[in-house]
């Protein structure tokens, strides 16, 4: 499935500063691992060590949190938007 | 000339002329003016995004505003902070924006506290006030403000910055609503983030968060539009892009929950350019 990437900037500097990226992946899981391979590092703040995700960077599918979806499981179609939300802070 | 404070109390001619343009606005009107005139916020921090919020809901009236900050202008605030100016080089920003307001509008009331916020003061600093708007800096104060107006029932207007990018929301009080802790449980990690110092900031982005900060009190104040309510708006600057996802009340949530594990403030440990708690 050919899947948009919206990234945040903290992430951008691992897609050579690119706001979106195009990425493969039936699932979330896939997609990411597609990422990872694409542009190392990427996935470091997203992934905990035991493989799941974070909580202080959520993931959305459209306009969906993947955690009311199927998390790392969510299946994806063609033309969606993955969306990496990290918590900020700055005011 | 001071106004009439009283809740209810007619327009003077001076307020009829300062907020006309209101007045004969659809959705707002009189009776909408007079909801303003007799409402309170409560701004948390006098920065980037705390300057335009105070300042638009100085000049809209709103009857009675705190402001909180601990921190001294500095020259470096004043790229993106414009409550402020070069002679307040120096001055507890909280002294420099009560005069700024005053001067914008001298007809209400406004408050300074010059405090950090710990789980020792939130909740007697906040108390008076009608509607709560996060404008701080830092994740400690974020939990604790999310928490604190949690607790106490009241909305809290949500924005925050990084670099080129914002957020902003709405959390109301209530029963299955979401709060922060819904869309982001914990604080990261120290470390895992860049500081507030380190990742800067585009000084024209608190100017649009915060002014979508203040747009939203004042509709929640006057019971007008519809609200950010369980919808994240982000904003990128760089690519003028704005995007929306869903905020979901969670079950688990710590605070607002089924079964809440967190029944009391907690004083994160400080980790972004925030003091430690003084001893």
Redo the contacts between chains.
């Keep these: 499935m050919a899947v948009t990437v919206?990234l945040?900037?903290?992430l951008r500097k691992h897609a050579a500063g690119e706001?979106k990226v195009d990425a493969e992946g039936a699932t979330l899981r896939e997609l990411l691992d597609n990422l990872e391979s694409s542009y190392p590092g990427i996935t470091k703040?997203v992934l905990a060590e035991d493989g799941g995700l974070?909580?202080?960077i959520?993931v959305?599918v459209n306009?969906?949190?993947v955690?009311?979806l199927g998390s790392l499981e969510t299946e994806l179609s063609d033309g969606d938007t993955v969306?990496l939300?990290?918590?900020?802070?700055?005011? | 000339m001071t106004a009439d404070r009283r809740p209810g109390a007619p327009f003077t001619e001076e307020q009829v002329q300062r907020y006309s343009r209101h007045i004969i606005l659809p959705n707002i009107g009189g009776a909408g003016q007079r909801k303003l005139l007799d409402s309170s916020v409560l701004v948390i921090?006098a920065?980037?995004?705390?300057s335009p919020i105070a300042m638009y809901l100085a000049a809209a009236g709103i009857g009675r505003m705190g402001v909180i900050d601990f921190d001294r202008v500095d020259l470096s605030n004043l790229q993106r902070q414009i409550l402020h100016t070069n002679d307040d080089i120096g001055r507890p920003k909280v002294e420099s924006a009560v005069e700024h307001l005053r001067a914008i509008n001298p007809t209400i009331e406004i408050v300074g506290h010059d405090t950090l916020l710990f789980s020792d003061n939130v909740m007697d600093i906040m108390q008076p006030y009608d509607v709560v708007i996060?404008?701080?800096?830092?994740?400690p104060v974020?939990y604790l403000v999310n928490d604190a107006t949690q607790f106490l029932g009241k909305p809290l207007v949500y924005?925050?910055?990084?670099?080129?990018?914002g957020?902003a929301t709405v959390f109301m009080p209530g029963q299955e609503t979401p709060c922060y802790r819904c869309?982001?449980?914990?604080?990261?990690?120290p470390g895992?983030?860049?500081s507030?110092a380190e990742?800067g900031?585009f000084g024209v982005l608190?100017g649009v968060i915060g002014a979508i900060q203040a747009t939203e009190a004042i509709k929640i104040l006057t019971g007008e539009g519809q609200t950010l309510e369980k919808r994240?708006l982000?904003y990128?600057a760089?690519?003028m892009?704005f995007?929306?996802?869903?905020?979901?009340w969670?079950a688990d949530c710590p605070v607002c929950g089924k079964e809440p594990t967190i029944t009391e403030l907690i004083d994160y440990e400080a980790f972004?350019g925030v003091p430690a708690r003084p001893d």
Excluded: M, W
Excluded at chain 1, 85 to 91: E, F, H, I, S
Excluded at chain 2, 134 to 139: A, E, I, L, R, V
Excluded at chain 2, 243 to 248: A, G, L
């Design positions: 919206k945040p900037t903290i706001a703040n974070h909580r202080f959520n959305y306009d969906e949190d955690r009311y969306s939300l990290p918590a900020v802070a700055g005011g | 921090g920065g980037g995004l705390g996060d404008g701080t800096d830092n994740f974020r924005g925050s910055i990084y670099q080129f990018e957020q869309l982001f449980p914990a604080p990261p990690p895992t983030v860049p507030c990742g900031v608190p994240l982000l990128d760089l690519h892009d995007q929306e996802v869903k905020i979901r969670d972004c």
